[in-house]
């Protein structure tokens, strides 16, 4: 069992952040392997499971998971998650040429795209988190009191507080706490391309760190979007 810890760059065949382990208030990140990049097996409760790579299931694979975040992963299919049972999370904003946020599994009172078939009880709009390295939920998130109690496994959050705050559980490692957004804050942007031609699109990512109240793009001719 692994609890509030970094599980970072490792590699393996199978699982290469944990194989068959028990995951705690854990961020697993930037692991690699054929099957399941950040993690192979066991079970993983308000984790943030991020930039994981894998041949399949960049994120999980056969994993049972509970209100966690598995954002920016990668693989050939199943860039999020493949198979297992996924509840109360986020599976979004994942990559692959093949299923690029879930391929098989159940998911229930998650929050991801496309809906999975046959299943009435999913959001797909987008989750409302701070940043791809950053799973702290906004105000107004989508994922804010749309989880399923029952499914709730642990009474802490990702960051330690309180698993439910209001009248529902959120979705995601992340507990919302109106008033929480203090302490140091830190910003940047961070793009492929620094000189581009014009015309030519550029994929902007916003990385903050810290909890942030709000995030705001403006353009300078004007525009601004939230």
Not at 72 to 77: F, I, M
Not at 141 to 148: E, F, H, L, V
Request: proline share 5%.
């Amino acid at each position: 069992t692994a609890e509030d810890s970094l599980i970072t760059g490792n590699s393996a065949a199978e699982g290469g952040g944990t194989y068959g382990s028990s995951v705690v208030r854990c961020t697993v990140s930037s692991n690699w392997a054929s099957g399941g990049g950040g993690m192979c097996g066991g079970s993983a409760t308000s984790c943030a499971i991020v930039g994981n790579r894998a041949t399949w299931g960049g994120g999980t694979y056969e994993t049972t998971v509970r209100n966690c975040t598995i954002v920016g992963n990668s693989a050939e299919a199943a860039g999020g998650v493949s198979g297992g049972s996924v509840r109360n999370s986020v599976v979004y904003y994942n990559t692959a040429y093949r299923y690029p946020n879930s391929g098989g599994g159940i998911l229930e009172f998650c929050c991801t795209l496309p809906k999975p078939d046959g299943s009435a009880i999913n959001l797909t709009n987008s989750p409302g988190i701070t940043g791809i390295q950053n799973p702290h939920l906004l105000p107004g998130s989508s994922c804010i009191n749309m989880g399923y109690p029952p499914y709730a496994d642990g009474d802490k959050d990702i960051d330690g507080e309180p698993r439910i705050n209001g009248r529902v559980v959120d979705v995601g490692c992340d507990e919302y706490v109106p008033g929480t957004a203090t302490g140091t804050l830190s910003a940047a942007i961070d793009t492929e391309y620094t000189n581009p031609v014009t015309s030519f699109a550029v994929r902007f990512e916003a990385v903050v760190e810290g909890k942030a109240a709000g995030l705001v793009w403006q353009w300078g001719d004007g525009t601004a979007c939230t």
